[in-house]
């Protein structure tokens, strides 16, 4: 994209509705933000409003402070008729090597403990023998082309038949794709959620509250070959630059107890 063809840039008013859509998901006043990214609260206002055009600095410190992600911030710089700054590689990039050669030691290492690697759309991009073992139990539907993890948990046909405590731990996840969407507003996981909450029961089940079930909130699963009780850790890259890096999660599931120790060990013998 660029200056040589002005028509392809989104008038400077559209930056305005962007920043105060972000400011309003962020539930922040005005002069709130304003004080925050070093700006009048008049600047501010001549921005969300069109009479005033930001600088890519301004626009980057006012994305900052509203956690905007770094797809969204390369949104509102070619909406203001600026570049992208952010880059967005594909993991498979010459440049992702590193990054691939770690999450994929990590997820060997975790072995014979399932891990996965999950996109911005909780869609699987890499897993590691135990967690495929896992994912043998669903039908070709769930797993093709890619798996997405709320999908293949919550589906009638998926995980959700083998969930002892459905009742408890389908609030949880459906609480986390409630945050996923608010911080973000994607279309992509709004879709979803209105997809999984579609799902028989899964409405009902999203009206309570996962609190109050100990340290951790389990997952119980009676699978055919056994059952066995999961928690899981889910991390992130600590300094993302890269707008994929940015968007990718590691989840690590660990036995509950010793029982479920052992079944996960022989899942992958």
């Known amino acids: 994209m660029t200056s040589a063809n002005p028509t392809v840039f989104t008038p400077p008013l559209a930056i305005g509705l962007l920043v105060q859509q972000w400011r309003k998901r962020r539930r922040i006043s005005q002069m709130q933000l304003a004080f925050d990214a070093g700006l009048s609260t008049r600047h501010l206002s001549f921005i969300e409003t069109g009479r005033s055009r930001p600088s890519p600095e301004v626009l980057i410190a006012i994305a900052r402070e509203l956690e905007v ?45 399932p891990g996965i690697v999950l996109d911005r759309h909780w869609n699987v991009v890499l897993a590691n023998p135990a967690a495929m073992a896992l994912a043998s139990v669903l039908p070709e539907s769930l797993r093709t082309p890619t798996i997405n993890m709320y999908r293949a948990s919550l589906h009638p046909e998926g995980l959700a038949r083998y969930t002892r405590n459905l009742e408890n731990w389908a609030p949880h996840l459906l609480a986390g794709l409630r ?68 968007e990718l999660c590691i989840e690590l599931f660990y036995p509950a107890d010793a029982d479920s120790e052992t079944v996960m060990r022989s899942l992958t013998t």
């Open 179 to 246: 945050r996923a969407v608010e911080g973000s507003g994607d279309p992509e996981l709004i879709a979803l959620e209105a997809e999984v909450l579609a799902y028989p029961g899964m409405r009902e089940v999203s009206r309570r509250d996962p609190s109050g079930q100990g340290l951790l909130i389990l997952c119980h699963l009676d699978l055919p070959m056994a059952s066995l009780s999961m928690f899981s850790t889910v991390t992130s890259f600590g300094t993302p630059q890269d707008v994929t890096l940015q």
């Open 69 to 113: 992600p770094l797809r969204e911030r390369n949104v509102m710089l070619m909406a203001a008729g600026y570049a992208p700054r952010y880059a967005h590689e594909n993991l498979d990039a010459p440049d992702m090597r590193p990054v691939h050669a770690a999450l994929t030691r990590l997820l060997e290492a975790h072995h014979p403990y």
